[in-house]
Structure formats: C-alpha cells, structure tokens
C-alpha cells in the first residue's frame, strides 16, 4: 500500500474508533430519544419476575426494572421474555438493552457483559426431601446428584464447589423441586425463599439442610461499553437503596420481613474477603 493510502486507512480507523467510543458513550442518550427500554427477564420465576392475574409481567425485578428507568429518564419499559441461558448472548446480540431478573454478576458473567449495581441477594442452601437422613450439609453431596436451574449462578456455583456430585440441569426451576420430590434427584440447590415457595405452594416433603452455602447478588447487567448507561443505571440503584426504595419494594412483592438491604451489604462483604 502506498504511503498516502496508509495514512488514509489509519484515518479511517481513527475515525471509526471514535465514532464507536461515541456510539457507547451516547447509548443512554439513544434509549432516552427513543424513550423505551427493552428490558429482559424470564416472567416464570416469581416473586422475581413473573405474568400476574392481567397477564403482565410483574414481581421484585420488574418494579426495580420501572423504577430504574424513569430514574434516568427513560419514559417506557418493553420487557422481553427469555431463559436464564440466554441472557448473556441476548445482551451481545443485542435482543435488549439489560437483564433484570435476579442475574448474578459471576466472574464468567463479567467477561461477556457488565453489570451495575446489585439491588438484589438471596441465601443459597441445600434442599433434600423430608425423609433423607443422608445428606445433613454440602459435606454429605459426593456421590449424590443435585438439581440446578440451567444457566442459572446456581448451576455455576454447583460445577465450582460440588465436582463430586452429580449435577443435573433443568430448564425450568419447578421441574426440579417436582423431581426432588418424587426421588428423582437426590437434592437441590435452590435460594432459601425459593425453595420454602415451591415446599409450600406445591406441598412438597422437602427441607433445607445445613448452613446458608453462598448469598448471590443480583444486578442489572447489559453488553460490554454501555459506560453511560451502567453509571445512570447504578447511580439509580444506590440511590434507591439509600431513600429505602429498595427495601419498600422487597417488601411489597417477597415478604414484610425481607431483609433486601441488610441482605446485600452482608454479600458484598463476603465478596470482600474472598
């Protein structure tokens, strides 16, 4: 290539490369023009997301998701349904602009996509049916298998601490705590409000055994270079978790007594000491 040709080239890249450094810079601004954001989440996992009696997504994820975007200014919320698997790809190809459904930000996560601030968390433990005298903690696992919602953090934690188990995935999160309830699995690794749900609303002879394994933070996540959105979208949560908002929704759509701000200062330390 001749010299002028070069310089020529390397302009255009130059160009390119600003253009693109702009395009990620002023994507906030493009969803608030637009005025929508096209928000996913799975509207089959409540209290988090789910279809209510008028067939409209409802739950903990989608009041934070209405909330979050009129806090930085954008009018309307699409939400998209989609699995747990999904999101990630979702979010790269560009199918919505974030992922809000109790999504926690994993070191596997983190190299695909970027998170915000948490503004969720839960305590994992081990579930088994009321009739196993087996398996008391995560020591007795080996050699047992264990359900986990495919894609879910779940299913990563269980592939890092519990090798020696017999990991089984499902794509529904129902299907599995219906299983370990037949005998199909031996256990189940599931929050501790997810698991008293399904015990109590499908009547199943199941327990949680041990001790909390892991808290989970959950938090809004979009594609890699969204710089402007993820600083709007987490200013809006810290703030929300400051004026109580968080803590008002937490009891409105999980429980009087959840304790959704306590809750994530504890995880958060205990991501400090790892």
């Not at 938090?219 to 600083?231: F, I, N, S, T």
């Not at 803590?247 to 000491?273: F, N, R, S, V």
């Amino acid at each position: 290539m001749k010299p002028n040709g070069i310089r020529t080239a390397l302009a255009l890249f130059s160009v390119l490369g600003l253009a693109t450094a702009a395009m990620a810079q002023d994507s906030l601004q493009t969803l608030r023009e637009r005025g929508v954001i096209h928000i996913a989440n799975t509207q089959s996992s409540p209290p988090w997301s789910y279809l209510g009696n008028d067939n409209q997504p409802a739950g903990y994820d989608v009041a934070m998701a209405k909330e979050v975007a009129k806090r930085i200014g954008v009018a309307n919320v699409e939400f998209i349904a989609d699995n747990f698997k999904n999101f990630v790809e979702g979010l790269k190809a560009g199918k919505y602009d974030l992922v809000m459904n109790d999504l926690t930000p994993t070191p596997e996560r983190e190299k695909q996509v970027d998170f915000a601030s948490a503004y969720g968390v839960e305590e994992f433990f081990i579930f088994v049916r009321e009739d196993n005298g087996s398996v008391k903690s995560i020591k007795d696992m080996p050699g047992h298998s264990i359900g986990v919602t495919s894609g879910t953090s779940n299913e990563f934690w269980a592939r890092k601490h519990m090798a020696n188990s017999d990991i089984r995935t499902y794509e529904n999160g129902g299907l599995v705590f219906n299983d370990l309830g037949i005998g199909r699995v031996d256990a189940v690794l599931s929050s501790l409000f997810g698991g008293e749900k399904y015990k109590n609303v499908q009547n199943l002879p199941i327990k949680a055994v041990g001790e909390p394994l892991t808290y989970q933070l959950s938090a809004p996540a979009m594609a890699k270079g969204q710089d402007a959105l993820r600083e709007a979208v987490s200013k809006a949560v810290d703030d929300m978790i400051n004026d109580g908002t968080v803590d008002a929704l937490a009891k409105q759509w999980i429980g009087p007594d959840y304790p959704m701000t306590k809750g994530i200062a504890a995880a958060k330390a205990e991501l400090a000491e790892e």
